[in-house]
């Protein structure tokens, strides 16, 4: 944590108001939960960074939870009202049904998304993404069709009748299906792509209120406070519906522009399904509107985003691209520890959304509750590194055109920010 120093007196002083919603992925984690997460992260953020960090005033409701973040270095300060705005308790009525009945409606997802051309979307975008759409269903057809060769190879060794080793095969393979689909990630990822199939067509009506109303009270945010709406995973397409409601509704301010944060996005894993006409339409009003400062960060070692891809590109949209960085999570993380989380995928997904052992070109807190604008930092080669020194210190002699709110003028057409 930082302490005090006589820079503290020897640069001048920066405040700035930032105000955060955060829309999470496909994750029934509870706001309680989240909150806790965040107090964790926030602390490695601030040991990496040398700074003075804390949270207060946390309140929680059923449709959102709120807490204000206080960080601080020599000459400046940031207060961040970050909000949560929920759907984990929709995520556990959605995964609340029979084991059997979610099976059946995984595999039904499974065709919707292969019959209207996702998958060789995937394949010619993502390939890795293609993997992960594939996973859980290439998992279940090898473990049946492994129980009925053994048990119908097996069997009539013995004396029984094939036909009786082909059932028994079924039914063992069937059983041992059902226990994955209960214990394992196999029915987290096919209540995932359930969900999917969707929204596909249409939001979820208790998530469409909950957007709708965040939406209204984010446009009257004053001027003064700088709006930035995150989306982690799946959560990118409900901050997209987010912003397009808040450039429709009634603003004291007039029309202010917003930061829209894409991190490890799912975005196309929807826009690339072949109903997915809505999605594709809100998408060009918010290009069109040249409100929205729209950057993505994604990374080669997560299977669950569309790496080293341009959304508005792939989908043909008319207008400026978002600024598209891509990360190296084994540069933000201590060795032993990455090697601990490299195969797993869902906890480096989560990277997006967590502190750093390291300073590096992308850190999430830094993007959030740092001074900077998300636009200075996406298009900056090595993020804020050389813009804070040792002591949390502003190293700029005049860091005003970097700041959070100094670049609302700029657009998202500059080139791709990525690093070499």
């Known amino acids: 944590m930082h302490q005090g120093t006589a820079l503290d007196h020897a640069m001048p002083s920066v405040t700035i108001n930032r105000r955060v919603l955060h829309l999470g992925g496909y994750d029934p984690m509870p706001a309680a939960v989240f909150f806790a997460r965040f107090q964790r992260e926030l602390a490695r953020f601030a040991t990496c960074w040398n700074l003075t960090a ?33 759907w984990d308790d929709v995520i556990a009525a959605h995964r ?8 059946g409606a995984g595999w039904a997802a499974f065709f919707d998304f292969l019959r209207h051309g996702a998958l060789g979307r995937y394949l010619a975008v993502a390939w890795r993404y293609a993997g992960f759409f594939l996973f859980p269903y290439l998992a279940m057809a ?13 069997l009539p060794l013995i004396g029984l009748p094939q036909a009786l080793g082909w059932l028994a095969g079924l039914v063992a393979g069937l059983g041992i299906i059902v226990w994955l689909a209960s214990r394992t990630v196999i029915g987290h990822l096919l209540d995932d792509w359930i969900f999917a199939s969707e929204i596909v067509r249409a939001t979820d009506p208790v998530i469409e209120d909950r957007l709708k109303a ?76 040249g409100r929205i400062d729209w950057t993505e960060y994604q990374s080669l070692s997560d299977v669950m985003n569309f790496y080293k891809s341009d959304p508005v590109k792939v989908l043909g949209l008319d207008g400026p691209s978002p600024l598209v960085r891509q990360v190296r999570f084994s540069r933000m993380l ?8 490299k195969l797993d995928f869902f906890r480096l997904h989560c990277q997006f959304i967590s502190g750093n052992d390291m ?10 509750c740092g ?3 998300p636009v200075a930092l996406a298009t900056s080669k090595d993020g804020a590194q050389g813009w804070i020194g040792l002591q949390g210190e502003l190293t700029l002699s005049d860091p005003s055109p970097l700041l959070a709110g100094q670049d609302r003028s700029g657009s998202t057409s500059a080139k791709d920010g990525s690093a070499p």
């Open 54 to 86: 804390s949270t207060r005033d946390y309140t929680e409701t059923q449709a959102s939870a709120a807490w204000t973040v206080d960080v601080s270095g020599p000459g400046w300060q940031v207060i961040t009202r970050h909000e949560l705005v929920r």
């Open 96 to 103: 609340a049904g029979s084991v059997i009945g979610r099976l």
């Open 142 to 154: 090898l473990v049946l069709a492994g129980s009925l060769f053994v048990a119908g190879w097996l």
């Open 214 to 289: 965040a939406a209204i009270d984010l446009a009257r945010t004053p001027a003064s406070v700088d709006c930035l709406v995150v989306g982690h995973s799946l959560g990118a397409l409900l901050a997209a519906e987010l912003l397009d409601q808040a450039l429709a509704a009634p603003a004291p301010q007039g029309t202010r522009r917003f930061g829209y944060l894409a991190l490890g996005s799912s975005l196309l894993k929807i826009a690339l399904h072949g109903k997915a006409i809505g999605l594709k339409a809100r998408l060009q009003r918010l290009i069109a509107s």
């Open 334 to 341: 201590k060795p032993a520890y990455y090697r601990t989380i």
């Open 359 to 368: 300073r590096a070109p992308f850190d999430y807190l830094m993007t959030i």
């Open 371 to 373: 001074p900077f604008s």
